[in-house]
């Protein structure tokens, strides 16, 4: 069964903003770091950002810092990636992801993925 789902990915001009969200099972979610990766055409996927469970720890590429803001409401299941000042570098599939805490979420050691959503910034 599917156990992430992302939404919110389109096309933006530069310099725009997205909100992305990835609605979670309990399984999925509960007591475990969240994170999000981007996968542009091509080229390998890459880390984006990480939030702890708790929230109190949270990773964030440097491409992307100061840019993009994780955050999850546990009430829902639901973790976020705002996104603003897009630039075409963004431009890929960002995938959502859940694991045993947020650094090893980083390095990209989970136990679950999502399908992905498809962000497209225009230049």
């Known amino acids: 069964q599917v156990q992430l789902v992302e939404s919110g990915g389109g096309l933006v001009q530069t310099g725009g903003s997205l909100r992305l969200a990835c609605a979670a099972s309990?399984?999925?979610?509960?007591?475990?770091?969240m994170g999000w990766f981007r996968q542009a055409q091509g080229e390998e996927r890459e880390f984006v950002a990480a939030?702890?469970?708790?929230?109190?720890?949270?990773y964030y590429a440097d491409s992307v810092k100061g840019r993009f803001t994780i955050s999850r409401v546990n009430a829902n299941h639901t973790a976020y990636l705002q996104m603003t000042s897009l630039k075409p570098e963004d431009t890929g599939v960002y995938y959502c992801n859940s694991g045993s805490g947020a650094e090893r979420v980083r390095l990209g050691i989970v136990d679950h993925w999502g399908q992905g959503t498809q962000v497209t910034v225009s230049s």
């Open positions: 309990e399984r999925a979610f509960n007591a475990k770091a």
């Open positions: 939030i702890s469970y708790t929230g109190g720890t949270i």
